[in-house]
Each structure stands twice: as structure tokens, then as C-alpha cells.
């Protein structure tokens, strides 16, 4: 089953750009990334762009509303996502567990609905 592994990460425990902590974060996603590769679960998996990019769209009464911006205001902001392929949940929590993100925020685990 796949499941899909949102990266919400809190901008106030997120580690700064350039700082140690930050490259130490980098090193952890590309280590991350090599191991779930090796293991044959992964599917895709890409970081997103700042919020400031995001474009929202929205139908109410039938009348488009488009907005610069996230869809909404939260504390902890989507930055990036895994697709993996796992046999199970507590598999793909396993593997959540081990993503850098998860210690500025919360790594969403949510299993993909089979369409057809």
C-alpha cells in the first residue's frame, strides 16, 4: 500500500538557513532519502517551495476566489513529501519517525486511496 508522508514543519523551530544546524538537517534528508531508495519503498518524494508561492484556490456559490498564499493560517507550514510503498502502517510510521522534519513539526502519515 502507499502511503503519503506530509512534512509539516513549525517556522519557529525551524533551523535557519546556512546555520550548522541546518546543513546537519540537509545531510539527514539525503541520508533519509538514500535509505528508503535502498529499501525499495520508495516512490517519490520532493520539498516544496516557500508558502510565500502558493496560489489557493476556491469554489463557493460556483464563484472562483483565487489567493495568493497557503490555503490556510497555520502554525506549521507543508514543506515537502515522501510517497513510499510499505506493507503496512507501522511501516511507513517507522519510516516517518526517521525524517529530519519530524524534530521542527510533525510528519503526517496518510495512506493513498486507490481510485478505479
Do not use: H, W
Request: aromatic fraction near 10%; glycine fraction near 12%.
Amino acid at each position: 500500500m502507499q502511503y503519503m508522508l506530509l512534512i509539516q514543519s513549525a517556522e519557529e523551530l525551524y533551523p535557519e538557513r546556512g546555520s550548522e544546524e541546518f546543513s546537519e538537517m540537509m545531510a539527514g534528508y539525503g541520508s533519509f532519502t538514500q535509505e528508503v531508495m535502498e529499501a525499495g519503498v520508495f516512490v517519490a518524494g520532493d520539498p516544496l517551495q516557500g508558502r510565500e508561492t502558493a496560489t489557493t484556490v476556491r469554489i463557493r456559490n460556483g464563484q472562483k476566489t483565487v489567493t495568493d498564499g497557503p490555503f490556510a493560517e497555520t502554525k506549521e507550514l507543508l514543506g515537502g513529501y515522501y510517497l513510499l510503498e510499505c506493507q503496512s502502517l507501522d511501516e511507513a510510521l517507522g519510516y516517518a519517525e526517521k525524517i529530519p522534519g519530524a524534530k521542527y513539526g510533525s510528519v503526517e502519515v496518510r495512506p493513498v486511496m486507490v481510485m478505479g
